[in-house]
């Protein structure tokens, strides 16, 4: 789960983490109050997305040569004049792709005077099964070209759960940073309470880009982003409270409310899977034979007819999907409970797309009898080959 800056910064706050003074804003009037109140002369007003790159990115309604979505101002008018252009319009970044984000939130900052800008950021490095802090003295919009042109540059600094945030990882930061006086002391003790907070809230990625060294010698986290373990949220309300669902993919949001793992792609031939691993593998077979799948999808090992059901509705609900292929291997899953879900939500949706299912393991032949029956032009197949070679034909046929 992701969420916007400013929510970010409120939790790191929360960890004595100094950040520049900013509030949110929903409306043009609500970033004018909020530059309002902040102490000026320059205020900096910024698009709220879940995507990186805001300040490279270009409004697809306004002219090539406009600004960004981070933008310097001022003066109020030109906090109204930029509040203006920016909400309600469609912000296209590096990491958006070319649909872009709607934007529908900002926030609105004081100014900082930099003297310098750094990067830090912590994830959870699963091949070694520690948390890895990642610093650079290049911060800033260009960090992935410094990444890739001069990677010496960045440094990766380990740090064992179990042993926890010692000194000496928040000198490593501080020497890497190549800071000095109480600059090092600073860059120390951030280090540690970002480690706190990445802990704490069960963080999968928190990144600090930049990271700011002010002309009057404070270290202030500029902008940051943070996701977290979708796994860990049964133990903080609080953060749950602050999804912002219109940043989500609609799909994938109708299936978390029936627990269904979802990830729409860019193909034209839906998948409804039971198993994370038998999931990609579908995928994979499909790609073997010339196509492209439209969908991760896993309904987990103990779906119900109703699960089921829905699971059809969401991968109809792409217009792309030209053909569904259902491949479930029954163990806990009953391979009947399966065709019974299938069979109910092709009548109800009214399925006018070519549908092959594989079905093996518990119940697979009441499973197999119930499709036959249905009435429905279901094609069987009796393996993971069979089936893909048998819906990438149906789909080809269709068009």
Do not use: W
């Given at each position: 789960?992701?969420?916007?800056?400013?929510?970010?910064?409120?939790?790191?706050?929360?960890?004595?983490?100094?950040?520049?003074?900013?509030?949110?804003?929903?409306?043009?009037?609500?970033?004018?109050?909020?530059?309002?109140?902040?102490?000026?002369?320059?205020?900096?007003?910024?698009?709220?997305?879940?995507?990186g790159?805001?300040?490279?990115?270009?409004?697809?309604?306004?002219?090539?040569?406009?600004?960004?979505?981070?933008?310097?101002?001022?003066?109020?008018?030109?906090?109204?004049?930029?509040?203006?252009?920016?909400?309600?319009?469609?912000?296209?970044?590096?990491?958006t792709?070319?649909?872009?984000?709607?934007?529908?939130?900002?926030?609105?900052?004081?100014?900082?005077?930099?003297?310098?800008?750094?990067?830090?950021?912590?994830?959870?490095?699963r091949a070694?099964?520690?948390?890895a802090m990642?610093?650079?003295?290049?911060?800033?919009?260009?960090?992935?070209?410094?990444?890739?042109?001069?990677?010496?540059?960045i440094?990766?600094?380990?740090?064992?759960?179990?042993?926890?945030?010692?000194?000496?990882?928040?000198?490593?930061?501080?020497?890497?940073?190549?800071?000095?006086?109480?600059?090092?002391?600073q860059?120390?003790?951030?280090?540690?309470?970002?480690?706190?907070?990445?802990?704490?809230?069960?963080?999968?990625?928190?990144?600090?880009?930049?990271?700011?060294?002010?002309?009057?010698?404070?270290?202030?986290v500029?902008?940051?982003?943070?996701?977290?373990?979708?796994?860990?949220?049964?133990?903080?309300?609080?953060?749950?409270?602050?999804?912002?669902?219109?940043?989500?993919?609609?799909?994938?949001?109708?299936?978390?409310?029936?627990?269904?793992?979802?990830?729409?792609?860019?193909?034209?031939?839906?998948?409804?899977?039971?198993?994370?691993?038998?999931?990609?593998?579908?995928?994979?077979?499909?790609?073997?034979?010339?196509?492209?799948?439209?969908?991760?999808?896993?309904?987990?090992?103990?779906?119900?007819?109703?699960?089921?059901?829905?699971?059809?509705?969401?991968?109809?609900?792409?217009?792309?999907?030209?053909?569904?292929?259902?491949?479930?291997?029954?163990?806990?899953?009953?391979?009947?409970?399966?065709?019974?879900?299938?069979?109910?939500?092709?009548?109800?949706?009214?399925?006018?797309?070519?549908?092959?299912?594989?079905?093996?393991?518990?119940?697979?032949?009441?499973?197999?009898?119930?499709l036959?029956?249905?009435?429905?032009?279901?094609?069987?197949?009796?393996d993971?080959?069979?089936?893909?070679?048998?819906?990438?034909?149906?789909?080809?046929?269709?068009?």
């Open positions: 789960m992701n969420i916007h800056e400013y929510q970010a910064k409120e939790l790191l706050a929360k960890f004595g983490i100094a950040i520049p003074t900013g509030v949110a804003a929903m409306t043009v009037e609500d970033a004018v109050k909020a530059a309002e109140s902040l102490p000026g002369p320059l205020y900096v007003v910024k698009s709220q997305i879940h995507a790159g805001r300040g490279k990115g270009k409004f697809k309604e306004l002219p090539a040569d406009a600004k960004g979505g981070v933008r310097l101002a001022k003066s109020l008018d030109e906090v109204r004049t930029f509040a203006e252009e920016m909400l309600g319009n469609t912000l296209v970044t590096i990491q792709g070319d649909a872009g984000k709607q934007v529908n939130r900002l926030y609105v900052t004081d100014g900082v005077d930099i003297a310098k800008e750094y990067y830090l950021s912590m994830l959870v490095d070694t099964g520690r948390i990642i610093v650079s003295t290049e911060g800033g919009m260009d960090i992935e070209e410094v990444a890739h042109s001069t990677p010496e540059k440094t990766t600094i380990v740090i064992d759960p179990a042993e926890g945030f010692m000194p000496h990882h928040g000198r490593a930061v501080a020497f890497a940073l190549k800071l000095s006086g109480d600059l090092n002391k860059a120390q003790a951030l280090s540690k309470n970002l480690y706190d907070a990445f802990v704490a809230l069960d963080c999968a990625m928190l990144e600090i880009n930049p990271l700011v060294e002010s002309k009057d010698g404070q270290l202030l500029l902008d940051t982003k943070m996701s977290f373990d979708s796994n860990a949220l049964f133990r903080h309300p609080d953060v749950v409270a602050l999804r912002d669902e219109t940043e989500e993919d609609a799909a994938e949001v109708e299936a978390s409310k029936y627990d269904l793992a979802y990830i729409k792609l860019d193909g034209n031939i839906g998948c409804m899977v039971n198993g994370a691993g038998l999931a990609m593998a579908t995928m994979d077979i499909i790609k073997l034979n010339g196509a492209f799948p439209a969908n991760f999808l896993d309904v987990g090992g103990g779906a119900t007819k109703e699960k089921v059901t829905a699971a059809f509705k969401i991968i109809l609900s792409d217009p792309a999907v030209k053909g569904i292929l259902v491949n479930i291997f029954g163990g806990i899953m009953k391979c009947d409970i399966i065709a019974e879900g299938i069979v109910a939500a092709a009548k109800e949706v009214n399925l006018s797309v070519p549908l092959v299912v594989r079905l093996e393991g518990t119940n697979v032949q009441l499973g197999k009898d119930i036959a029956n249905s009435g429905l032009p279901i094609v069987p197949a009796n993971l080959g069979d089936a893909a070679q048998k819906i990438v034909a149906e789909v080809n046929k269709a068009a």
